[in-house]
């Protein structure tokens, strides 16, 4: 007997799944994966991960766990001396003090996030999510109940959250705020200076802040990163730092990061994860651990490059009419608004908006984008420069090429 495709509804799924899509930019991912499989020369510049090896002593410390026999469940909430290693961290790059039973390691940020969201949020709660913002952000916080308010930032801000747009979205629901920077789409870093004009507001308001730091290596030019703990160490007791090593160390596929925070919230997250996914995997962890304590000429070599493909993908990018592209100060993304296109005729198709304008750019051109739709800004869309530069200059050129007219 074949099972129905669709479930009858006698068999109703719980609401919260109902209540959120799949991640926009795995889906991409996975469309372009099979398109390359089957024979496209697709030119990939929607993907959010580094193209650079993970680094051979960050292997090698992997092989050495198995072979080693550390194949065992560790605690749930990391081994000790990886979450030393993040104190360590903590404490040399942001003199911030956190000792081991304020963190729990977790698969990836993006799982210290989610915990994050568990443990501090709920229904009617309200959460503040600066726009344009990583897409995962709004579907976690659905997941845990609370509603996602979007506060919008402007490209003439450099995408930067101000006090006054945040005051105004806060109302007596509001529990706490997302804040990532160097952030996911748009690259955009908070000063120092733009934290203490915020501090006030979240002081008074009493908010959670959870941090996204992780994109804190990546910061260019004269930039210099900051978290709110850094700018306003009162704040420390009220902040969650996620964090995780998959693009300071191109380890996108091991899934160790971090969550560090006051010491309930720890040990809550700590209790959640026992119940749900025990520990992270014990060889990635023996792995991370290699990476936070090893050499760190690799990653330092992977920064160099990613700061000239940045420089190219804003030289290429001034030269294609109708983008407009705000300079990034971090993370490998550039967000450039492409309002002046949409709309536009081109070779007879129309793009009436960002997922139009990507999804004809990736059927024309072969070139991967993420529309900014998923975003929450639908008047861009996103390149990434974790590709190399032929790969780069390639794409580009396709686009160029084909919203000119000469090809
Ligand atoms: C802003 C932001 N936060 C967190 C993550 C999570 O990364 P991971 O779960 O691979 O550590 C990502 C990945 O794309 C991201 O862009």
């Known amino acids: 007997m074949t099972l129905p495709a669709t479930l009858p509804a006698t068999f109703p799924l719980a609401e919260r799944v109902g209540k959120i899509k799949p991640s926009p930019t795995l889906t991409l991912d996975a469309e372009v994966k099979s398109m390359k499989a089957g024979g496209k020369k697709i030119v990939n510049l929607g993907i959010g991960e580094p193209d650079f090896e993970t680094p051979d002593h960050i292997k090698e410390a992997a092989i050495k766990a198995v072979r080693d026999g550390f194949t065992k469940y560790t605690p749930s909430e990391g081994i000790l001396e ?5 104190a360590a961290k903590f404490r040399e790059d942001n003199s911030l003090d956190y000792s081991p039973d304020r963190m729990v390691v977790t698969n990836g940020g993006k799982h210290a996030l989610y915990n994050a969201a568990q443990v501090l949020f709920g229904p009617g709660d309200e959460v503040i999510i600066p726009s344009p913002y990583w897409v995962t952000y709004p579907d976690q916080i659905r997941l ?37 920077s160097p952030s996911n789409p748009a690259g955009a870093l908070h000063s120092r200076e733009d934290l203490l004009a915020l501090a006030p507001v979240l002081e008074e308001k009493r908010l959670w802040i959870i941090s996204d730091d992780i994109y804190e290596t990546l910061v260019y030019d004269e930039g210099v990163f900051c978290n709110v703990p850094m700018a306003v160490p009162d704040l420390m007791d009220r902040t969650v ?27 809550a997250a700590a209790k ?33 490059v990613f700061s000239r493909r940045r420089r190219l993908v804003l030289d290429l990018l001034r030269d294609i ?19 002046k296109i949409l709309g536009d005729v081109r070779d007879g198709k129309i793009a009436g908006n960002s997922d139009d304008l990507s999804s004809l750019l990736l059927k024309e051109c072969e070139v991967a984008t993420v529309p900014g739709s998923g975003f929450g800004r639908d008047e861009a869309i996103r ?16 686009i160029s090429r084909f919203l000119t007219g000469s090809r």
């Open 383 to 398: 390149f990434s420069y974790a590709a190399s530069e032929e790969e780069i200059k390639e794409g580009l050129g396709r």
């Open 272 to 304: 959640l994860q026992s119940q749900m996914t025990s520990n992270p995997c014990s060889i990635a962890q023996k792995a991370a651990l290699a990476a936070l304590t090893g050499p760190r000429e690799p990653m330092r070599k992977m920064f160099e």
């Open 321 to 339: 009419p109708g983008f407009e592209t705000p300079v990034p100060k971090g993370a490998f993304y550039v967000f450039p608004d492409v309002s």
């Open 241 to 267: 730092i996620c964090h995780g090593v998959s693009k300071t160390y191109s380890m996108t596929g091991w899934r160790i990061g971090v969550m560090a925070a006051p010491r309930e919230v720890a040990r």
């Open 144 to 180: 845990s109940g609370a509603t996602p308010v979007f506060v919008e930032t402007l490209p003439e801000d450099n995408f930067v959250l101000k006090p006054e747009r945040l005051l105004a979205a806060i109302t007596d629901r509001t529990k706490g705020i997302i804040i990532n």
């Open 82 to 86: 990886l979450r030393e290693a993040w």
